[in-house]
Nanobody, 122 residues
Framework: QLQASGGGLVQAGGSLRLSCAASERTFSIYTMGWFRQAPGKEREFVAAIRWSAGTTYYADSVKGRFTISRDLAKNSMFLQIMSLKPEDTAVYYC?????????????????WGQGTQVTVSS
């Protein structure tokens, strides 16, 4: 299971660090990632990281402001968000995949956390 945390209400320009803890051993996980879903919009890819190699991937809309990382010893993944904008307001979901394939689409992933709300006020 995946447990996301760290969301909250932040003013524009602020920062947040989201965390995702995996409750089971992650030896079978190839990729972990973050998606977000804003009200009235489809869920969209934010960032992903290859669990073993640490290779990272980002949506163009967040490059330079978001940083994904992981802690292998703690079976945890993080998303550091800087310079928050009102359009970053969404529920952020952490996710994991058992397959070494595409990272860009929600159907690429096998496990989903419950989501954590990020609200950015202008």
């Amino acid at each position: 299971q995946l447990q996301a945390s760290g969301g909250g209400l932040v003013q524009a320009g602020g920062s947040l660090r989201l965390s995702c803890a995996a409750s089971e051993r992650t030896f079978s996980i190839y990729t972990m990632g973050w998606f977000r879903q804003a009200p009235g919009k489809e869920r969209e890819f934010v960032a992903a990281i290859r669990w073993s190699a640490g290779t990272t991937y980002y949506a163009d809309s967040v490059k330079g402001r978001f940083t994904i990382s992981r802690d292998l010893a703690k079976n945890s993944m993080f998303l550091q968000i800087m310079s928050l904008k009102p359009e970053d307001t969404a529920v952020y979901y952490c996710t994991a995949s058992r397959a070494y394939g595409s990272v860009w689409f929600d159907h690429d992933y096998d496990y989903w956390g419950q989501g954590t709300q990020v609200t950015v006020s202008s």
